[in-house]
């Protein structure tokens, strides 16, 4: 039983989906507790993406995690139905920021549902029972939870403000109503208020009006943004799609203009060498033959002097015994 109490206040007995009692609990990896049904209906709305997150921490598990049935968090449940024990309040029953916190609650303070003009102080659920319950409380006066209490209780004689003083457009107490604002035009705070509520009521449907109408145009600003935004991204796709092919083709064009002009070139050097090798040859062969021209000039010539030296009955010098005429004869081949 003791040990019971000491869970009950705890996450692991309460899911956070139904805000129950767990029904055939289940623990997943990250260590949070749901009610099978609950966590399996959740996952089969997200059977579509592939992934399966833990809705409180929004951990994310790849693939679906087995479920398999918590049992001693189950018979824990179970001993809290049979001893009349209740789970821990939801998170939702506490006050946050914004909401009017319970006067009475000790440590994390629960959220208040009623506000006690005679106390002065405000009540959860469980701590306004007496005022329900015991005939010392009948006659104190309960209002909506709010977090102004002081404003609604008279700063002179610390009483509630009950009546509307129409003379003075303000809301007064009793003894007020009795002292300074005796024979003012007065009625009750309710009737005050209802007066005034009509009174503003064009001005609020026009306010509520304009409110919805601005409501409208900030929605359709936001859904006009959301399409801008929707279409640039697919502009830039595309634009992108269509840069990245035009690249790949003019790629394509450059390898292929490169490979023709590679190819054209070896062409043309293969003919310029097989040019080059001709004229060499030509040239070989008009230097050959200009070497055979000069040989026959100069053998006729020498010829043609030797005969004419015979018949003048000169002797022929021999070159090896006179060097010295091979100097004349040699000039003389020159003329």
């Not at 609990?25 to 709305?45: A, E, F, L, N, R």
């Not at 004689?157 to 002292?179: A, F, G, N, S």
């Not at 062409?267 to 030509?282: K, T």
Request: hydrophobic share 30%; glycine share 4%; with cysteine.
């Amino acid at each position: 039983m003791a040990q019971a109490r000491d869970l009950m206040d705890q996450d692991q007995i309460s899911c956070s989906i139904c805000l129950d009692l767990l029904k055939d609990p289940v623990t997943i990896p990250c260590g949070h507790s749901y009610c099978m049904g609950c966590i399996k209906g959740c996952w089969d709305q997200n059977d579509h993406t592939g992934v399966y997150s833990c809705p409180q921490c929004r951990e994310a598990f790849t693939p679906r995690p087995v479920l398999r049935r918590n049992t001693m968090l189950a018979e824990v449940v179970e001993i809290l139905k049979k001893t009349g024990l209740q789970a821990a309040p939801p998170a939702h029953c506490y006050a946050g920021p914004g909401d009017v916190a319970c006067d009475v609650c000790t440590g994390r303070k629960h959220k208040a549902v009623k506000s006690c003009l005679v106390c002065v102080a405000s009540y959860c659920e469980t701590h306004l029972q007496p005022h329900y319950e015991s005939p010392a409380f009948k006659k104190h006066k309960l209002t909506p939870a709010t977090g102004h209490l002081q404003e609604k209780i008279c700063s002179h004689h610390d009483k509630p403000l009950e009546v509307y003083c129409r003379t003075d457009q303000q809301c007064i107490c009793y003894l007020c109503l009795m002292d300074e604002h005796r024979g003012h035009d007065t009625v009750s705070a309710a009737a005050g208020r209802t007066e005034k509520q009509k009174q503003l009521g064009p001005t609020q449907r026009e306010s509520q009006q304009r409110i919805q109408e601005r409501e409208k145009e900030l929605q359709d600003l936001r859904q006009a943004a959301d399409s801008l935004t929707r279409s640039a991204q697919a502009a830039v796709e595309d634009s992108e799609r269509i840069f990245t092919e035009l690249i790949r083709s003019f790629e394509r064009r450059r390898s292929e203009v490169k490979e023709l002009i590679r190819d054209q070139e070896k062409a043309e050097v293969s003919r310029a060498e097989r040019l080059i090798e001709q004229l060499e040859q030509e040239i070989a062969e008009l230097r050959r033959r200009e070497t055979l021209s000069w040989s026959s000039f100069h053998t006729q010539r020498i010829t043609s002097i030797s005969s004419r030296a015979v018949s003048l009955s000169v002797p022929l010098l021999d070159l090896e015994t006179y060097p010295e005429s091979l100097s004349i004869h040699t000039s003389l081949l020159r003329l």
